[in-house]
């Protein structure tokens, strides 16, 4: 499969080149708005062609992966679909629900396949945690705590810390993750939220922390911390259910690792995983998708719906007032 990336960014260096071509994938070329930039960049990462417009990036492709800045996705995706292309594109997929619901609409009129970069559904961690609910090791499920704050490395306080035009703030960076990997292990969609938010050292026009609180149709309640200003916080994910409980500590990871731990009536129990890189198993999947087999790990639907409930905790966080999850009708 040829790929054109959209975006010369930090996440396509550290991670995705390497996995498109793990899936086999050939990178034809990568677009950046300065001509300096693409051609060094296709240097440096061996690409064939470094261009600076649509039209280039789009020539002899099959499929693009987007990963500029947050208010990029929409016009960029949008052009990827009406020429015919297969789109990986990061999340959140646009600044608001009308746009990403608009950009998976088109895929499904232009019959291209459309996955978004949630890497946390397809770490061995998260599977094996997914696994633990599915198959009743905790019983019925009661609640779940989400630990995700982290300390943003200096090389990505840039437009994440000072500009909410490009989609800054750690909601849009982080909640949606968090949005997503709950979807994943609950298997339902949250219907509304309370949320605070505050900054405290690092945004600057923008939140830095997010607390939110989430009821799901099931009755399940959801408990969520995001923030970029914690360095020895960690990270995890706690499942507690009526006959257990799980404990998945350090996952909420780029990388393979972290420990699940399930609590039961008179033990405890280390949960083996498979170590697997997480992007790779992504790009896998999209690319399989792409030629008619299975589905991406993340496809739009997904993609819209964590941008959903991160919204719905924006604006619960800014009117101080429980608001109703608004998925725009997908
Ligand atoms: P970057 O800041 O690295 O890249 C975003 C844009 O900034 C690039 O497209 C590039 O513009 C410009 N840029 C990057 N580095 C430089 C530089 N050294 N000098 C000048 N301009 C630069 O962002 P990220 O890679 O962190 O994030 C990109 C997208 O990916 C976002 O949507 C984010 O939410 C998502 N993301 C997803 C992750 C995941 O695990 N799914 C993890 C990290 C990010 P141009 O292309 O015009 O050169």
Redesign the pocket.
């Known amino acids: 499969m040829r790929w054109g990336l959209i975006?010369?960014?930090?996440?396509?260096a550290e991670?995705m080149i390497g996995a498109i071509r793990a899936s086999g994938g050939h990178i034809a070329s990568v677009?950046?708005?300065?001509s300096n930039?693409?051609a060094s960049y296709a240097a440096k990462h061996g690409i064939d062609n470094g261009v600076t417009d649509l039209a280039a990036v789009l020539d002899g492709v099959d499929a693009v992966y987007i990963?500029?800045?947050?208010e990029k996705?929409l016009p960029q995706a949008m052009a990827a679909i009406e020429a015919g292309k297969h789109v990986l594109c990061?999340?959140?997929l646009a600044m608001n629900v009308a746009d990403a619901v608009s950009m998976v609409k088109a895929a499904e009129a232009a019959g291209v396949t459309f996955g978004t970069?949630?890497?946390l559904r397809n770490a061995g961690s998260h599977l094996a945690v997914r696994e633990l609910i599915e198959t009743g090791r905790i019983g019925e499920v009661l609640s779940v705590r989400v630990f995700h704050a982290v300390h943003l490395p200096p090389h990505?306080q840039?437009?994440r810390i000072d500009n909410p035009d490009a989609?800054g703030g750690v909601i849009p960076?982080i909640t949606v993750?968090d949005a997503d990997t709950v979807r994943f292990h609950l298997g339902e969609d949250p219907l509304d939220v309370v949320a605070m938010k505050t900054s405290r050292g690092m945004g600057q026009g923008v939140e830095d922390s997010a607390m939110s609180v989430w009821t799901m149709p099931s009755g399940v309640m959801v408990q969520s911390h995001e923030s970029f200003t914690h360095p020895h916080a960690g990270s995890g994910i706690e499942v507690h259910g009526t006959k257990g409980s799980i404990f998945a500590r350090n996952v909420m990871t780029?990388q393979p690792t972290g420990s699940v731990t399930l609590r039961f009536d008179g033990g405890e129990q280390e949960v083996e995983y498979s170590d697997h890189n997480l992007y790779e198993r992504a790009v896998g999947l999209f690319a399989k998708a792409c030629v008619g087999e299975g589905r991406p790990a993340a496809d739009g639907v997904d993609g819209v719906k964590s941008l959903a409930v991160a919204a719905a905790v924006a604006e619960a966080a800014e009117t101080g007032r429980r608001t109703a999850v608004d998925y725009g009708g997908i």
């Open positions: 975006g010369a960014s930090t996440i396509a991670h677009m950046s708005s300065s930039r693409a990963s500029t800045t947050n996705h990061e999340k959140p970069n949630h890497h990505l840039g437009w989609g960076d993750h780029q």
